[in-house]
């Protein structure tokens, strides 16, 4: 059984899967689901708070991890404070930031988690704007400290849910539609006058020619066909 280090301790999970992207400015990320054993799947909203924290740490007991996330890990100032940020849409966040204070993690109605964000007064200054607990994305503090880099970990519980990260993680490259024109006065197909491209950017196309995975599933599944009675048995190991 494979072990991924995602809290002091080594916790084991079932299977991965994800999946490497490439935004279009070339910076590449990779999108994740990862299932728990059993032993160590979070059944109560306690349990979800030994992986997952959405505070502001304190800067004196762990100075390391209070600056990666107070880099890395907050929200652009939204809302009142900065009406013209880039996630703003009729007034309001996209990302649904800020959220509001909550002193214990607990389930909502529809299943989904609420992480614990307590009003302790903590806060930092963010260009002209100070943003507290309410703007902090959810991460974990090991795989920061490990990786020094943007790692946005959520706790998923839903069917419907899955079902979208599923999609999500296997919804394939970015693509261009190009439209081709002709200047002369021939007549020219208008359909042939569309290409459906894929887009390739520079930091991908090295990314590829070194052979690095773009995508990794453990454990792989393979398709088996139906055997009627009397013909090849199929094995399992």
Same mark, same amino acid.
């Given at each position: 059984?494979?072990?991924?280090?995602?809290?002091?301790?080594?916790?084991?999970?079932?299977?991965?899967?994800?999946?490497?992207?490439?935004?279009?400015? @070339?910076?590449?990320?990779?999108?994740?689901?990862?299932?728990?054993?059993?032993?160590?799947?979070?059944?109560?909203?306690?349990?979800?708070?030994?992986?997952?924290?959405?505070?502001?740490?304190?800067?004196?007991?762990?100075?390391?991890?209070?600056?990666?996330?107070?880099?890395?890990?907050?929200?652009?100032?939204?809302? %009142?404070? !900065?009406?013209? $940020?880039?996630?703003? %849409?009729?007034?309001?966040?996209?990302?649904?930031?800020?959220?509001?204070?909550?002193?214990?993690?607990?389930?909502?109605?529809?299943?989904? &988690?609420? +992480?614990?964000?307590?009003?302790?007064?903590?806060?930092?200054?963010?260009?002209?704007?100070?943003?507290?607990?309410?703007?902090?994305?959810?991460? !974990?503090? =090991?795989?920061?400290?490990?990786?020094?880099?943007?790692? !946005?970990?959520?706790?998923?519980?839903? =069917?419907?849910?899955?079902?979208?990260?599923?999609?999500?993680? !296997?919804?394939?490259? %970015?693509?261009? =539609?190009?439209?081709?024109?002709?200047?002369?006065?021939?007549?020219? %197909?208008?359909?042939?006058?569309?290409?459906?491209?894929?887009?390739? $950017?520079?930091?991908?196309?090295?990314?590829?020619?070194?052979?690095?995975?773009?995508? +990794?599933?453990?454990?792989?599944?393979?398709?088996?066909?139906?055997?009627?009675? @009397?013909?090849? &048995?199929?094995?399992?190991?």
């Amino acid at each position: 059984m494979s072990k991924y280090l995602i809290d002091p301790k080594f916790i084991c999970f079932d299977a991965v899967i994800y999946t490497i992207e490439f935004q279009k400015r @070339g910076l590449s990320h990779a999108h994740k689901l990862v299932f728990l054993h059993p032993e160590f799947r979070c059944v109560h909203p306690n349990n979800i708070d030994k992986i997952i924290c959405a505070e502001i740490p304190d800067k004196n007991r762990d100075p390391e991890l209070y600056n990666i996330v107070t880099s890395l890990m907050i929200h652009d100032p939204c809302g %009142d404070q !900065n009406t013209s $940020s880039p996630c703003m %849409d009729r007034g309001k966040c996209t990302k649904y930031f800020p959220k509001r204070f909550v002193d214990s993690t607990v389930i909502d109605a529809d299943g989904y &988690p609420v +992480y614990r964000r307590r009003d302790d007064g903590v806060f930092i200054k963010k260009g002209e704007a100070f943003v507290d607990n309410r703007y902090v994305v959810p991460y !974990n503090p =090991t795989l920061l400290k490990r990786f020094n880099a943007h790692i !946005n970990v959520e706790w998923c519980n839903q =069917t419907r849910s899955i079902k979208y990260l599923f999609k999500y993680v !296997n919804k394939g490259n %970015d693509r261009v =539609t190009a439209t081709f024109y002709n200047t002369g006065n021939e007549c020219y %197909d208008e359909i042939k006058m569309y290409y459906d491209c894929m887009y390739l $950017s520079a930091c991908e196309a090295v990314w590829r020619i070194f052979s690095f995975d773009i995508n +990794y599933r453990e454990p792989s599944v393979e398709r088996l066909n139906f055997h009627l009675e @009397g013909e090849e &048995p199929v094995v399992y190991e």
